[in-house]
């Protein structure tokens, strides 16, 4: 809340949006205090609401995570993939040899996973319920896209939906790169104007979005969200009485305060303005849920550059996009990220196709184990790349990586302590295994980081 109290002024707003990890709040212990104890806090993560959109992780017996440091576990990853249509080998996403390339085996093991498409998961009941109340409310209406290929282009991720050329989120350190030109996307909002192009006019588009974050409860490198357009034509808002875009914003509050009832029941809620490239005026949605205000989704009246590129010249149109994860881990009472990635029986058992009221009931709560570590830092250190490897060696096993302490001596070295914490969502972690864990990743984070361990 505080945070947006700061983001008033627009031209400074978009800044404040910046990913949370690069801000240089970051690096204040009070900040992380903050982070640590809301909910992802919303504005000053988002691009993008971005950060606050949160995602999941794989399970920590899933093929790509505590798997990955026992061998006789260890699942092969498919080598080649199908999704809508595009064939997908490992080496067209994961190359070691190219600077251009950050995509790690880890997240290449994601690909095709499309937990929204499960009817029994929870990402896909909530998918589903979306859909029914776009359904009911418009017989016929919305087209939904769940399989678009997550492989997209710089220009379809970030320049088609205005996305500033120095804006933050198309840094190396936030976006998975495929190659120079080519992402893995970051927001369904990727899709928006390909979409428009093709003439549709109402459509609904969920899938697997990538983002290179910190480590927590609630924010995994893959999660999911469901983008929403509508396009009006003079007609529509003629005999209102109204200007174009006061009666397509007026649509969209509506519209969207329908679907929060829809999903949370009868909740208060509130709309806050805010500041998205690709929308004006913006908003977000929040209810008040739980003892708490929460953010839903942002949206806004679409950019009219963008409609007209489109070739869309006297349409005006809202869009919305919501993090799936986000508002599972709250309607499902889920509470780590990573369990949406399990596998385990005693999870996905609990869910079940057209339930969204159920709530998950945590089958134990197997105790963390803390281990710190501190070095010196180069320029080119960054949280997210200490995140990346952390994840790296241990997977799902990972529950938090949090900086606790941070100073700089005369002689202007600056030296780093992260606490990271070590917890499996199924079963406990021996001493033995977790030291050997923290070995592997103090070596990795030497190696790979340019840092030098204290
Ligand atoms: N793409 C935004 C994000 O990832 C979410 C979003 C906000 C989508 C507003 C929209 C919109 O279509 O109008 O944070």
Redesign the pocket.
């Known amino acids: 809340m505080l945070i947006r109290v700061l983001s008033i002024h627009p031209a400074h707003a978009f800044r404040m949006a910046m990913p949370l990890s690069h801000s240089p709040l970051l690096k204040s212990p009070s900040y992380l205090l903050l982070r640590h104890h809301s909910f992802a806090p919303p504005s000053l993560y988002?691009?993008?609401?971005?950060r606050s959109?949160s995602s999941p992780l794989s399970s920590p017996f899933s093929s790509l995570s505590s798997n990955r440091s026992s061998k006789k576990w260890k699942q092969p990853i498919a080598a080649l993939l199908e999704i809508g249509g595009v064939k997908i080998a490992k080496d067209d996403v994961v190359k070691e040899n190219d600077p251009t390339n950050n995509v790690p085996d880890t997240i290449f093991s994601k690909l095709g996973v499309e937990l929204h498409r499960r009817d029994n998961h929870p990402i896909g009941i909530l998918k589903n319920a979306i859909y029914d109340y776009f359904d009911t409310n418009f017989p016929a209406k919305f087209v939904k896209f769940d399989d678009l290929c997550p492989i997209v282009s710089i220009k379809e991720n970030f320049d088609d939906v205005l996305v500033p050329a120095d804006h933050i989120s198309r840094s190396y350190n936030d976006t998975y790169y495929v190659d120079a030109q080519t992402v893995l996307r970051c927001?369904?909002?990727a899709h928006?104007a390909e979409l428009l192009r093709k003439g549709h006019s109402h459509f609904l588009v969920t899938g697997d979005v990538y983002r290179r974050d910190s480590i927590d409860s609630t924010h995994y490198p893959v999660f999911h969200?469901m983008?929403g357009v509508r396009v009006f034509s003079p007609d529509d808002w003629a005999g209102s009485g109204m200007d174009a875009t006061s009666y397509v914003a007026m649509d969209l509050k509506k519209s969207l305060e329908g679907l929060a009832k829809h999903l949370f029941g009868a909740v208060d809620m509130r709309w806050v303005d805010t500041y998205?490239p690709?929308?004006n005026p913006?908003f977000e949605l929040e209810i008040f849920f739980q003892e708490k205000w929460m953010e839903v989704l942002?949206?806004?009246v679409t950019e009219q550059e963008i409609l007209r590129r489109s070739g869309r010249m006297d349409g005006v149109a809202w869009?919305?996009?919501l993090g799936l994860e986000r508002l599972a881990m709250v309607l499902f009472d889920i509470p780590d990220i990573r369990l949406f990635w399990s596998t385990d029986q005693r999870f996905t058992s609990q869910f079940s196709e057209g339930k969204l009221g159920i709530k998950f009931q945590p089958f134990s709560k197997y105790p963390p184990c803390y281990k710190d570590m501190s070095f010196w830092i180069s320029d080119s250190f960054t949280e997210n790349n200490l995140c990346e490897v952390v994840r790296g060696i241990a997977g799902d096993l990972v529950e938090e990586v949090q900086l606790i302490d941070n100073f700089t001596n005369k002689k202007g070295m600056t030296s780093h302590c992260y606490r990271i914490a070590y917890r499996s969502m199924e079963r406990s972690l021996t001493d033995e295994e977790i030291n050997q864990l923290q070995g592997r990743v103090r070596e990795a984070v030497q190696s790979k980081l340019n840092v030098v361990l204290r």
């Open positions: 988002r691009f993008l609401s971005f959109l927001h369904t909002s928006q969200q983008e998205f690709f929308t913006s942002g949206c806004g869009a919305f996009g």
